[in-house]
Structure formats: structure tokens, C-alpha cells
């Protein structure tokens, strides 16, 4: 059995399908269960919360691996990286740990250090720390910025008003990895030994810009459009001012200042020569193949579907959702 905690996100998702088709039995820990509505049905859903002790002790009882591939960065839920990535990463390996788990694969970040500029990768190197320490066989995931997301951010109002979104300049290049290739990643992690204690850096072919990014979802549409541009000074201004009432948003606003001013370069050749069976998707495959199933928004509404519920069987706060088949085990 299988846990992977953040199995309703752009990674998760993509993971617990793979997983599935190789015939895997996953679970998914979930807040809310409308988020898992999309992802197949032999999968176990539990609702739960992980920064809820029992919710998380029920989500890795009977696992022999654990994957979490959670974020605070953004969120439903008032989330914040402190939180999720430090705090809740912490609970997940304690109980991991206590309940004996053979495996845990920890999803953290490219260039995670303890006084890196940004809190997300801050909480995600406690973690890494937390996880070392932990007496479990480890695996670690340092993936880039995944390609789905910022083509979903980029792209968001081209088909309603032709529109691009980019934010500041565009002009620095990153590395931006599909969240399909680091799927594949953790999945050789799970099943390659060799890899036990291993930290894997995982990267994209292309190092691009946003605006390269937006002319190619331009040019990918069939249709006239543009760019539109948010000032470089604006981000940094709201950076600051949105913290107090709006904290996600302010991460937001620092994330892209740091991606327009900070290399974000990778050379990849020394991470293909390491994982060489991990695919390298450009963005123009992605584009040029059929989309694949959306994750929901946060605000979905949860699907007119009956659930079975057994009481007793799971600590309180941690309700459990049968579905026809193998079940998979993945948390949220």
C-alpha cells in the first residue's frame, strides 16, 4: 500500500494515475473530497486533515511506502509553508516512522536551503533535515518549477480575452520540469533500492522564459493575442504590502521577483546521466498532446456521489471512502 499526501495536486494527481495503471494499491488523504473526484476510482480516499494527528496516523497505518508530495505555498485552507511543508512534512514522517513504513519519499524542492529567500523552500529543507534524521529509508525529490502550473497561470485568460499573463519582465530564464516526468521519477524512487538515501535533483530540458512561455501558448491557440505584462516593481510592492491580509498572495507576488531576478538556470546534463529513463517533455509537447484531466479548483463543489462510510474504523476526523477494485493509498 502506498500513501501519497498532496494526491489531488498537479504532481499528485499525475503520480497516483501512474501509480494506479502499474496496479498499485494508493490511498489519498483528503480535506475535501470533491478534490478527489477526478482521480481513478480503485483509489482509497480517506477525508482528513495532516496537520490532524489521528487523520494522520490513520493515512499511514498499514503503508509500506510513503510518499508526500504536499505544499503550503498556496491553497484552500489558509495553508502557509511554515505549516505544510515544515510542520505537517514533520507529523507525516514521525507517524511514518512510528508505524513502521519501510519507505518515504519526500518531494522537496531545487535548491532548498536553510536560508534560501524564500520561506517554501526554507520549510521544505527543515523537512529534508527532519527526514534524515528519522531512522526511515528516504528518498528525496528536488524537482524545478513544474511547466503545468505556469501554463495554467499563463495561459488562464487567453481563451476568454486572447490576454497572456506575465509577470514582470519575462526575460529570465528558468528551468521548468513537466510534473508528468517527476511522476515518473518518484516512481522509479519507490521501486529502484539503489536509490534509498538518495537526494535526486529533477529537471527540465528547457531553461525558458515567461515570455517565451506565453508566445508559445499564443502561437498554440491558433488564434490573435498578446501579452500583458505586471510591472516588476508592482510584485515587489505587493510582496510587502499583501502580507498582512493576504500572505498567499504575497508569496506569489515574491516567488515571481525572485524568477524574473534570480538564476533559475539548470544545466541538465548531469542529472539525464543520473535518471536516465526519466522522460524530457518540452513545453511543446505538452502542448501538442491532448490536455490532460484538470486538477479541480480549490472552490469546487464536491461531486453528487454517495459515500460509504464505516464509523469506527478510523480515528475521528478521518472518514473513509470506499471504491470498487484495488485500493491506492495517497494523502493530501
Known amino acids: 500500500m502506498i500513501l501519497v499526501a498532496g494526491g489531488t495536486g498537479t504532481l499528485g494527481t499525475r503520480l497516483v494515475r501512474l501509480l494506479s495503471d502499474r496496479g498499485m494499491e494508493v490511498r489519498v488523504l483528503t480535506r475535501d473530497p470533491a478534490r478527489a473526484a477526478h482521480l481513478p476510482r480503485t483509489v482509497q480516499i480517506l477525508t482528513g486533515d495532516l496537520r490532524e494527528p489521528a487523520a494522520v496516523a490513520a493515512a499511514v497505518r498499514g503503508c509500506s511506502t510513503v510518499v508526500s508530495a504536499v505544499h503550503g505555498f498556496v491553497g484552500p485552507g489558509k495553508p502557509s509553508p511554515e505549516s505544510i511543508d515544515r510542520d505537517a512534512n514533520l507529523a507525516l514522517i514521525q507517524a511514518a516512522a512510528t508505524a513502521g513504513v519501510e519507505h518515504l519519499v519526500l518531494v522537496s524542492g531545487f535548491g532548498v536551503a536553510a536560508d534560501h529567500p524564500m520561506s517554501l523552500y526554507r520549510a521544505k529543507f527543515a523537512a529534508e ?94 488564434r490573435p493575442g498578446r501579452t500583458r505584462h505586471i510591472p516588476l516593481p508592482m510584485l515587489r510592492a505587493m510582496s510587502v504590502l499583501a502580507r498582512p491580509a493576504a500572505p498567499s498572495f504575497a508569496r506569489q507576488a515574491h516567488a515571481a521577483v525572485m524568477m524574473n531576478t534570480a538564476d533559475m538556470t539548470v544545466d541538465v546534463s548531469a542529472i539525464r546521466d543520473r535518471l536516465p529513463t526519466v522522460p524530457a517533455t518540452t513545453l511543446h509537447d505538452l502542448l501538442t498532446r491532448q490536455p490532460s484531466p484538470e486538477v479541480p479548483p480549490a472552490d469546487a463543489r464536491p461531486p453528487r456521489r454517495r459515500e460509504s462510510q464505516r464509523p469506527g474504523r478510523l480515528p475521528r476526523g478521518a472518514e473513509q471512502r470506499h471504491r470498487h477494485g484495488r485500493r491506492r493509498c495517497s494523502a493530501r
Open 129 to 222: 533535515q527532519a527526514l534524515r534524521a528519522s531512522g526511515l529509508r528516504w528518498t528525496i525529490i528536488r524537482p524545478t518549477s513544474y511547466l503545468e502550473t505556469w501554463i495554467g497561470v499563463t495561459g488562464a485568460k487567453l481563451a476568454d480575452n486572447g490576454q497572456a499573463l506575465v509577470f514582470g519582465p519575462g526575460r529570465n530564464p528558468i528551468n521548468f520540469v513537466a510534473a508528468e516526468d517527476v511522476a515518473v521519477a518518484i516512481d522509479l524512487a519507490i521501486h529502484d533500492q539503489s536509490l534509498r538515501g538518495q537526494s535526486l535533483d529533477v529537471a527540465g530540458p528547457e531553461n525558458l522564459t515567461f515570455t517565451q512561455i506565453a508566445d508559445q501558448l499564443i502561437a498554440a491557440s491558433g
